[in-house]
């Protein structure tokens, strides 16, 4: 089956940890996105990389890093510096980047910072 | 820069159509419209995309006046596995590597029996 991973599911991390959140595509798409949700609210965008080794700041990055090193993955990393991490996390893909692709979505991650 | 506005709730009952319109006054000549489902605790589901009339699909329509600063979903005869939140997004495409998506804020729907 073709489709997203993320995991884990559910994390918790310690405050002043570093965390990284995992997020996996077999969809072969270019484009790959960070997104945030907190409760009632819609998503606000973290990263977005268009190709392997090229990645983009999106609206909330701060306190945020991103790699790309194979075109199927696409980790997170909450760093210490995020002062209010936790949230919902969703992984999404899609063919090429921009708004005309449908984005395809992970499961998403809940991190609670204890 | 678009910025799309959604109302924040609405209710209907099964079998209605339901119709749920986003704001994007400021939208820009390549940006598309595009519609999502979010279940609870799960990842949105695309719905509709179009850039201009009308589209129509398996589950729903969207509808967009000629100017675009609009968009309306329509959904037909819901159910109750319809209640869900509901997001319109506008890829806001200023060229090359360089471009944001604008999603809404949601609409939460409830579908009563």
């Known amino acids: 089956d073709g489709g997203i991973t993320q995991s884990p599911k559910y994390l918790f991390r310690k405050e002043g940890q570093n965390v990284t959140l995992s997020c996996e595509q077999n969809?072969?798409?270019?484009?790959m996105y960070w997104y945030r949700q907190d409760p009632g609210q819609g998503l606000r965008l973290i990263y977005y990389?268009?190709?392997?080794?090229?990645?983009q700041k999106g609206d909330i990055a701060e306190g945020y890093s991103v790699s790309r090193e194979k075109k199927e993955s696409f980790p997170l990393t909450v760093t210490s510096a995020q002062k209010n991490p936790t949230a919902f996390y969703l992984c999404?893909?899609?063919?090429?980047?921009?708004?005309?692709?449908?984005?395809?979505f992970g499961p998403g991650t809940r991190l609670t910072v204890l | 820069l678009a910025k799309t506005t959604q109302p924040i709730s609405m209710d209907s009952y099964e079998g209605q159509e339901v119709n749920i319109t986003c704001s994007h006054n400021?939208?820009?000549?390549?940006?598309?419209i595009t519609w999502y489902q979010q279940f609870p605790s799960q990842g949105p589901r695309f719905i509709i995309q179009?850039?201009?009339?009308?589209v129509t699909n398996e589950v729903a329509s969207l509808f967009i006046p000629a100017d675009r600063k609009s968009s309306t979903l329509s959904l037909p005869r819901v159910s109750l596995s319809d209640t869900a939140v509901y997001y319109c997004?506008?890829?806001?495409?200023?060229?090359?590597?360089?471009?944001?998506?604008?999603w809404g804020a949601g609409t939460k729907l409830i579908i009563k029996p």
């Open positions: 969809l072969n798409h270019d484009a």
């Open positions: 999404a893909s899609s063919p090429i980047a921009g708004g005309r692709d449908e984005q395809f």
């Open positions: 990389s268009q190709i392997v080794n090229d990645f």
């Open positions: 179009g850039y201009k009339t009308k």
């Open positions: 997004l506008v890829g806001d495409m200023k060229g090359g590597s360089n471009y944001q998506l604008i």
């Open positions: 400021n939208i820009a000549t390549n940006d598309y």
